[in-house]
């Protein structure tokens, strides 16, 4: 039997949009009961450093309150682990963060990381919260990361993404390295075969570990279908895509949309 594909929704972009006006709307609590309804597996945010869009009484509200479990994305800072541990979340997912970046622009660094992220699982292990690794997808992270002890990673998928939206004529996912995509078609198509590759043989050989696969970052409506062929990833992040198309459809709708992607 296929392993089920759980679809974690990302809804930081709605406390984006709140925060372009900082009043409390729209609310991103809203968002959980719709998501919920419509196939999401679970709920996940990020609690950055500057706090740009989710705000701690956002993360404590949302942890409170929803029926799904709630994976808090953070970065290896002690003041952020120290709200992690108070706010007990399902999982954390310790994640890199530049402050002038847009978005998260590559997996931790394990290995020049390794001691302060080995100080921060430990803190959040005591007091019993799972550990997911935000990592690129190679073999050297993956095993710093059962090393470490982490329960899951999350393989960056933000280079596939990027190379398919500059061979499908999109404007890249992040616009790190763009110009290293500045490349004819017949090169990008074997790059994009190439960064494939690299998700589904680290996919392989972390389950092999004994760890949980994940995946996230740039996923969306047209890049998705070759990562929900991969069958040791079992849950995917999704939000900007989502969050962007339900400007248009609704939330349930681009929640239940993507679920339907997300089937196997
Ligand atoms: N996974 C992780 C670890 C992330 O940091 C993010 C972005 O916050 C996502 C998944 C979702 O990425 P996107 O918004 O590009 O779908």
New binding site residues.
Partial sequence: MKNKLDLGV?I?HIAVLREARRINDPDPVLALGICAQNGADQI?I?LREDRRHIQDEDARRIIAISVLPVNL?CAIDEEIINIVKALHPHRA?L?PEKREEV??EGGLDVKGSFEGIDKAIKELKSREIEISL?IDPTIEAINASLKLGADMV?LHTGSYANIYAMLNGSLP?SHHKIHELDLPRAELKTKLNNALEEIKSAARYAKGLGLEVAA????NYQNVSDIVEIEEITEL?????IIARSVFTGLGEAVKEMRNLCQR
């Avoid at 996230?216 to 996923?219: D, E």
């Avoid at 992040?237 to 895509?241: A, C, E, T, V």
């Fill in positions: 990302n930081d996940t990020h994305e997912t994640v978005t998260t935000f999350e996912h996230g970052h740039g996923l992040n999704i939000g900007q895509s």
